[in-house]
């Protein structure tokens, strides 16, 4: 029988570990002190080091925390990262995505810039702040950059953050001799917007249950009894980070797929796939012989700006980069199904759980022995959240300790 509006509200007989109150998908307090607690403090990937291949080249990159910032490759090759903002009065200094110049120049009263910051010329200074103010005193602001795990850019806000290396752990060796094997370069990068909360498109890559979604994944893998599907285990990390162990895709069993089956990627097993899932918003996604980079800019409670990057390797064969590129666009890219049907999902949550409409509770609790439709990955997910914000997924309007003693 169908429920009442009472025991529609009522609280699951669950573990409060195992639901979530959907405010956290929609609260706009919530979604201010995430940029603060949450993404001003951790590092995100920004882009990878082929985007900006040559000395002068630049990429600018909207922070997670809602800085503008701009990346760049100095004459010495390093890369380095700063505010996108003019320390004159504020303006924009990088309009385009990407580009070369030797000198960043602010259009608007065309102070210069160099690749390490530095102000390099104010029109017309002496006339102006005699020796009140110099060149010296208005560098630009640089923030944290490393360069690792096979190229990726990785940028964080606060200046007395730990290291990448700490930050990330032991969460990204299981995928290391692929990343770093042979230098990669990306050859795809697209976005999509979608009005919905940047946690429930994480979840859609923290669960696997959600292959009932998915024709293509249940034909070449769930219904298939040797492709270790249902062994596949999520393995959880400190600090939020989780990740899926590989199986063997059984690409013939769709007709008409065109996926390569020979074309795969160095040091992974053939038809494999391994996946990485980075707190709080990025997933590296290894299917057989596409690098697949999923990475998020919440824009709003519910409004979140998806970027993806398809990788191959940077000594592809034109032959070879063809295939990859069309392996990528069969069924995972821009072009394929099962992308719209996890943006549909998740547009599909955004819209029923948008701010007003949405008292009910959201089930996390699937225990399947860590196996791949356990949801232990966003349990693992939210309660890293829940640490970071000081709040109980399950009862976030209640913080702290109140929040501690029911998590
Ligand atoms: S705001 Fe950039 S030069 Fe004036
Ligand atoms: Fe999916």
Same mark, same amino acid.
């Given at each position: 029988?169908a429920?009442?509006t009472?025991e529609?509200?009522?609280?699951p007989?669950?573990?409060?570990t195992h639901?979530?109150?959907?405010i956290?998908?929609? =609260? ?9 607690k ?13 985007? %900006?291949?040559n ?15 701009v ?21 924009l200094?990088?309009?385009e995505?990407?580009?070369? =110049?030797?000198?960043?120049?602010c ?8 690749g ?6 104010i ?7 005699q020796?009140?103010?110099?060149k ?5 602001k ?5 360069? @690792? ?16 290396s700490?930050?990330?752990?032991e @969460? ?15 050859f795809?990068?697209?976005?999509a917007?979608?009005?919905t ?6 979840d859609?890559? =923290? ?17 298939d009894?040797?492709?270790g ?6 393995t ?7 990740t899926?162990? =590989?199986m063997?895709?059984?690409y013939g ?8 089956t020979d074309l795969?990627?160095?040091h992974?097993?053939?038809k494999?796939?391994?996946l ?30 998806l ?21 990528a @666009? ?8 099962? %992308?719209?049907e ?12 948008a701010?007003?409409s ?7 609790a699937?225990e ?5 439709h ?34």
């Amino acid at each position: 029988m169908a429920r009442t509006t009472s025991e529609w509200l009522k609280r699951p007989k669950l573990p409060p570990t195992h639901y979530v109150d959907p405010i956290i998908y929609s =609260s706009e307090e919530i979604f201010e002190e995430e940029k603060e607690k949450i993404f001003k403090k951790v590092w995100h990937l920004a882009c990878h080091e082929s985007e %900006l291949p040559n000395p002068y080249d630049y990429r600018t990159y909207r922070h997670p925390g809602g800085t503008p910032l701009v990346i760049v490759r100095g004459e010495d090759g390093k890369v380095r990262t700063f505010y996108n903002i003019c320390p004159h009065r504020g303006n924009l200094i990088v309009y385009e995505p990407s580009g070369s =110049s030797k000198y960043l120049t602010c259009i608007f009263h065309q102070w210069a810039f160099n690749g390490h910051g530095d102000c390099v010329d104010i029109p017309r200074e002496k006339d102006g702040y005699q020796d009140r103010l110099c060149k010296a005193d208005v560098a630009l602001k640089e923030v944290r950059t490393e360069v @690792a795990y096979g190229g990726f850019v990785w940028v964080n806000l606060d200046d007395n953050c730990e290291p990448l290396s700490s930050y990330i752990g032991e @969460a990204l060796d299981y995928m290391l001799p692929e990343l770093t094997a042979e230098p990669m370069e990306t050859f795809w990068y697209y976005q999509a917007t979608l009005n919905t909360n940047y946690k429930l498109i994480h979840d859609t890559n =923290s669960e696997f249950y959600h292959d009932y979604l998915h024709i293509y994944n249940r034909i070449t893998g769930m219904l298939d009894p040797k492709s270790g599907y249902f062994q596949r285990k999520y393995t959880a990390y400190p600090n939020g980070h989780a990740t899926v162990g =590989s199986m063997n895709v059984n690409y013939g069993a769709y007709a008409g797929s065109g996926h390569s089956t020979d074309l795969g990627w160095p040091h992974l097993p053939p038809k494999g796939w391994k996946l990485v899932d980075l707190f709080p918003a990025i997933t590296l996604n290894l299917r057989t012989s596409v690098l697949r980079i999923d990475s998020y800019i919440p824009l709003a409670p519910n409004k979140v700006l998806l970027e993806f990057r398809a990788l191959g390797l940077k000594r592809d064969t034109p032959e070879e980069r063809q295939q990859r590129e069309r392996d990528a @666009a069969t069924i995972w890219g821009p072009f394929g199904r099962n %992308l719209h049907e996890d943006l549909l999902a998740s547009s599909g949550q955004g819209i029923a759980m948008a701010r007003d409409s949405q008292p009910m509770y959201v089930l996390q609790a699937r225990e399947e022995n860590a196996t791949i439709h356990d949801e232990i990955g966003m349990r693992h997910y939210i309660a890293e959240w829940g640490r970071r914000m000081g709040r109980s997924p399950a009862l976030p309007m209640l913080k702290d300790e109140a929040a501690a003693r029911v998590a």
